[in-house]
């Protein structure tokens, strides 16, 4: 007499449920990078999706249990499904660990933020309002959050920070370069995170031939939390403009010092 096995009906769902959530997960974050959803909508998918992934865990767990007491078929189905959901299911943890380890704050500055105005897009600008840090708890969090001052010129001075904003990829949206007579240069640039949020980054060089302030800003557009993106790239980009910095002047000892004026050549035929 032959002895029929039957294969999981758990099994069979785990792994059905797996094979959807990676899906889920992949296209709502393309449709948002691309803007073919909002952000809003780009919300409600993702929580769609993490519970689909966590569902699919859910039942994965079950049907290897069952399996473990049945002798049943379909461990591979089982086992496909938690992998398939907890793939899913890594960019929410780590978001979460982010979210746990990181203050809930969506602009952080160097200096007062209305030297540094943003450049909106349409649709930006019913965002919510900015959540903000206090002076000690921005301290506490990004201690390199700070305003630079460098003993180099302002024109030099922000060709160091355009070349590292185009380095960085970042789109530009705005450029007041500083001329003759100017004592002021701003760069504003948009930037995309991997799940598609836009992000906005304003740097602000002040000064004169032998000095220079820079200030940065970076905010998030039509987000609730940043998982500390935000005061993460002030602190790396300030950084090695420190390094870039310290390098041009160890290679170029009168980089900060101002050009002398050329004398005047005597008109031709004069004494």
């Given at each position: 007499?032959r002895?029929?096995?039957r294969?999981?009906?758990w099994?069979?769902w785990?792994?059905r449920?797996?094979?959807?959530?990676i899906?889920?997960?992949?296209?709502?974050?393309?449709l948002?990078?691309?803007?073919?959803?909002?952000?809003?909508?780009?919300?409600?998918?993702?929580?769609?999706?993490?519970?689909?992934?966590?569902l699919?865990?859910?039942?994965?767990?079950?049907?290897?249990a069952?399996?473990?007491?049945t002798?049943?078929?379909g461990?591979?189905?089982?086992?496909?499904?938690?992998?398939?959901?907890?793939?899913s299911?890594?960019?929410?943890?780590?978001y979460?660990?982010?979210?746990?380890t990181n203050?809930?704050?969506?602009?952080?500055?160097?200096?007062?933020?209305?030297?540094m105005?943003l450049?909106?897009?349409?649709?930006?600008?019913?965002?919510?309002p900015?959540?903000?840090l206090?002076?000690?708890e921005?301290?506490?969090?990004f201690?390199n959050?700070?305003?630079?001052t460098y003993?180099?010129?302002?024109?030099?001075?922000?060709?160091?920070?355009?070349?590292m904003v185009?380095?960085?990829g970042?789109?530009?949206?705005?450029l007041?370069e500083?001329?003759?007579?100017?004592?002021?240069?701003?760069?504003n640039?948009?930037?995309?995170?991997?799940?598609?949020?836009?992000?906005?980054?304003?740097?602000?060089?002040?000064?004169?031939?032998?000095?220079?302030?820079?200030?940065?800003?970076?905010?998030?557009?039509?987000?609730?939390h940043?998982?500390?993106?935000?005061?993460?790239?002030?602190?790396?980009?300030?950084?090695a403009?420190d390094?870039?910095?310290?390098t041009?002047?160890?290679?170029?000892?009168?980089?900060?010092?101002p050009l002398?004026?050329?004398?005047?050549e005597?008109?031709?035929?004069?004494?």
């Amino acid at each position: 007499m032959r002895i029929l096995i039957r294969t999981s009906r758990w099994a069979i769902w785990a792994r059905r449920l797996g094979s959807v959530s990676i899906p889920l997960v992949v296209i709502s974050v393309l449709l948002h990078r691309f803007r073919l959803i909002t952000s809003d909508l780009f919300l409600v998918a993702a929580v769609a999706a993490g519970l689909v992934a966590l569902l699919a865990v859910a039942t994965a767990l079950i049907a290897l249990a069952r399996l473990w007491q049945t002798g049943d078929r379909g461990w591979g189905l089982a086992l496909a499904g938690l992998l398939f959901g907890v793939l899913s299911l890594s960019p929410y943890a780590w978001y979460g660990g982010l979210a746990l380890t990181n203050p809930v704050v969506t602009d952080i500055a160097t200096t007062d933020r209305g030297l540094m105005p943003l450049v909106f897009e349409p649709g930006t600008q019913a965002m919510p309002p900015p959540r903000m840090l206090s002076a000690a708890e921005l301290a506490s969090t990004f201690p390199n959050v700070e305003t630079r001052t460098y003993p180099l010129g302002l024109v030099p001075t922000f060709g160091l920070i355009r070349a590292m904003v185009d380095d960085q990829g970042w789109d530009i949206r705005l450029l007041r370069e500083p001329g003759s007579g100017s004592e002021l240069g701003q760069l504003n640039a948009q930037i995309m995170t991997l799940p598609g949020w836009r992000e906005e980054v304003v740097i602000r060089v002040t000064g004169s031939l032998t000095m220079s302030v820079v200030d940065m800003r970076s905010a998030s557009l039509n987000a609730l939390h940043d998982f500390g993106s935000n005061g993460s790239r002030i602190e790396d980009f300030l950084a090695a403009l420190d390094d870039a910095v310290t390098t041009l002047l160890r290679d170029n000892p009168n980089a900060n010092q101002p050009l002398e004026a050329e004398p005047e050549e005597a008109p031709v035929g004069t004494e």
